[in-house]
Antibody, heavy 120, light 108 residues
Framework: QVRLQESGPGLVKPSETLSLICNVT????????WSWIRQPPGKGLEWIGS???????NYTPSLESRLTISVDTSKNQFSLKLRSVTAADTAVYYC??????????????WGQGNLVTVSS | DIQMTQSPSSLSASVGDRVTITCRAS??????LNWYQQKPGKAPNLLIY???ILPNGVPSRFSGSGFGTDFTLTISSLQPEDSAIYYC??????????FGQGTKVEIK
């Protein structure tokens, strides 16, 4: 059974960098894309970006200038860095596995989520 | 980018009722549409992919249909454990994906 677990600080100061790691167990990080999704408190889901195990990345345009997603296949994990954060970046951050099929892509395994609050 | 609009935003129905949620895309997305169920305090769970395919383990009372711009999620006989928020998501645009705003389903 594939499991994903986010880890990182729950509190980040404004203008600093939000850093999260997603550890993948029960399966290899190879052969898949891996995504980050966030959800502000009481609001809907926002896809942030994804990375292939080879390192190819896709970012949502609204965050691209502040965002870096990377992968470490030796540790079976991938990470998110969001720079210059503001209160608007306060959200639960989820990592998820992205499956590519001929009929489109979908997110089949999700982490439990990591609440990150941006506040001084 | 492709906008996804769900309706209604919320609904209340009784156990055993047939429930339908609609998702409309701002442009054609072929059949590249997924549905997720999210319960309070939990991560979303994949419910349907490619508009109509149920992953293993998803109860058969859930079904999906649609193509192009209009899609529906149907719960044939609502159960108490179906109380949740349901999101559609397009995967047509491979560079970035978008979700609908969600539909909250409550049990009367």
């Amino acid at each position: 059974q594939v499991r994903l677990q986010e880890s990182g600080p729950g509190l980040v100061k404004p203008s600093e960098t939000l850093s999260l790691i997603c550890n993948v167990t029960g399966g290899s990080i190879n052969s898949y894309y891996w995504s980050w999704i966030r959800q502000p408190p009481g609001k809907g889901l926002e896809w942030i970006g994804s990375i292939h195990y080879s390192g190819t990345v896709n970012y949502t345009p609204s965050l691209e200038s502040r965002l870096t997603i990377s992968v470490d296949t030796s540790k079976n994990q991938f990470s998110l860095k969001l720079r210059s954060v503001t209160a608007a970046d306060t959200a639960v951050y989820y990592c998820a596995r992205e499956v590519y099929t001929a009929m489109g892509n979908h997110l089949d395994y999700w982490g439990q989520g990591n609440l990150v609050t941006v506040s001084s | 980018d492709i906008q996804m609009t769900q309706s209604p935003s919320s609904l209340s129905a009784s156990v055993g009722d047939r429930v339908t949620i609609t998702c409309r895309a701002s442009q054609s997305i072929s059949g590249y549409l997924n549905w997720y169920q999210q319960k309070p305090g939990k991560a979303p769970n994949l419910l349907i992919y490619a508009a109509s395919i149920l992953p293993n383990g998803v109860p058969s009372r859930f079904s999906g249909s649609g193509f192009g711009t209009d899609f529906t999620l149907t719960i044939s006989s609502l159960q108490p454990e179906d109380s949740a928020i349901y999101y559609c998501q397009q995967s047509y645009s491979p560079l970035w994906y978008t979700f609908g705003q969600g539909t909250k389903v409550e049990i009367k």
